[in-house]
């Protein structure tokens, strides 16, 4: 849905974005503490929205011929030329800046419905042997977000316990730095727990498969490096450009296959991808597959001209593909005994972060 986000600034569409991700959050999301941060991130859109169209009125907001208004316009040097701070004010670089902030909030609650949904320790489980060092950064930095949303709300529920949730003084002090401090302690909870369950532990292996192994992987990068500079130069043929991009992806997967083997994992409790998953995996290639096809057909209508002031078309294929993103809140599993067994462990303070995976 950020995909299909990114390709518009139809206010129509994103609006329609928006109502979809926000269904699919309310049918499907659990229990957990970070499930009930997605209005943080509505919040934060809002916050986006605004401050993009206040910068637009100060610095840049005389582009078209519908006045709304006409600023004090302060007078800079000559090494500013070119930047205007007031004047006069037009519907259309309002319009213009309410669309791109649009945009830009959308691909940020469309994030926040990700992290609302899926609790993000599952993505070690996922990936490949060969990139569990980069699953394991792109975990822990997927689960900044919600970890500071579930301690905010900690800490909130504190305040109000001890009568103090009126009180708008010392906020640096009573609410800023308790957030932080429980932050930092839950990463170092979570950092000996992954420690303590073998995160890291490479097997033995030779010095000759280690270096075959990198050698393949390097190698396959370049040749997909050099496969793609042929594939968008006109003068090299098409079948040097495939063989290239084919010898390239080749040599990347046996190289990773060979790393994947120095990393040992058992699963305790395997991750079954059914049919739902693959329902809802479907769902959103084709809602962003049929949002790209809609803007090289008619690029007019996702894309509006900023100095035009006119109602938003709403073309048949992209209708279709974001509505397409709204099936997952009947496809999608529900949550499992064991996922709110964990939300209800988390929510009563638990102190043992769930990774998945040793």
């Not at 994103?14 to 109502?19: C, E, F, K, Q, V």
């Not at 259309?92 to 791109?100: G, I, M, N, Y």
């Amino acid at each position: 849905m950020a995909a299909a986000a990114s390709r518009t600034t139809n206010l129509l569409l994103l609006g329609l974005i928006l109502a979809v991700v926000s269904l699919v959050v309310a049918a499907r999301r659990g229990a957990a503490p970070w499930a009930r941060g997605f209005k943080y991130y509505l919040w934060m859109a809002l916050f986006v929205v605004g401050l993009r169209v206040v910068f637009r009125v100060l610095l840049d907001a005389g582009v078209g011929t519908t006045v709304l208004f006409t600023l004090p316009e302060v007078p800079l040097p000559e090494v500013a030329a070119g930047i205007r701070l007031g004047g006069v004010v037009t519907a259309e670089a309002v319009l213009s800046a309410v669309r791109e902030g649009m945009r830009l909030a959308t691909l940020i609650i469309c994030v926040g419905a990700a992290n609302a949904l899926a609790n993000p320790k599952r993505l070690l489980a996922a990936v490949p042997p060969a990139l569990h060092e980069v699953a394991v950064a792109v975990t822990v930095g997927l689960s900044v977000a919600p970890q500071l949303v579930e301690s905010a709300q900690r800490v909130h529920r504190a305040r109000r316990l001890r009568g103090e949730s009126g009180r708008r003084r010392h906020v640096l002090r009573d609410v800023l730095v308790p957030v932080a401090s429980d932050a930092l302690d839950r990463s170092l909870m979570l950092a000996a727990s992954m420690s303590s369950r073998g995160h890291g532990r490479l097997a033995g292996q030779g010095r000759a498969a280690r270096r075959g192994a990198v050698a393949l992987v390097l190698g396959g990068m370049l040749a997909l490096c050099a496969g793609a500079y042929a594939w968008l130069d006109a003068t090299v043929s098409r079948p040097v450009a495939m063989a290239a991009l084919v010898a390239g992806t080749a040599a990347g997967v046996a190289g990773m296959v060979l790393s994947g083997r120095r990393v040992v994992r058992t699963r305790y409790r395997p991750d079954p991808w059914a049919a739902e998953e693959w329902a809802v995996a479907a769902c959103g290639v084709l809602a962003a597959t049929g949002m790209f096809l809609a803007s090289s057909r008619d690029p007019l209508a996702l894309d509006p001209s900023p100095n035009v002031l006119a109602w938003p078309q709403l073309p048949l294929v992209a209708l279709v593909s974001v509505l397409l993103g709204a099936l997952p809140a009947v496809l999608a599993p529900p949550v499992q005994p064991r996922d709110a067994h964990r939300s209800v462990r988390a929510a009563a303070g638990s102190t043992a972060p769930e990774v998945g995976v040793s």
